[in-house]
């Protein structure tokens, strides 16, 4: 899959890893921004069992 990714992109090698670079910091902030916030009350990180004592 990245080696298709890779032979699609434009330019010479430092170009392909600039777009690189910059496709990698825009998943990163899509997942940050979108999908953790929403999957979040889905997971079960936050009911906890813990007994006073």
């Known amino acids: 899959m990245y080696g ?3 032979r699609h992109l434009p330019g010479n090698v430092w170009v392909r890893a600039l777009i690189s670079v910059f496709l990698v910091l825009a998943v990163v902030y ?7 916030p929403w999957a979040e ?3 079960p990180f936050n009911d906890v069992t813990v007994d006073n004592q």
Do not use: S
């Open 4 to 6: 298709w990714i890779w």
């Open 41 to 43: 009350p889905l997971l």
């Open 30 to 36: 899509a997942l940050f921004q979108y999908v953790f």
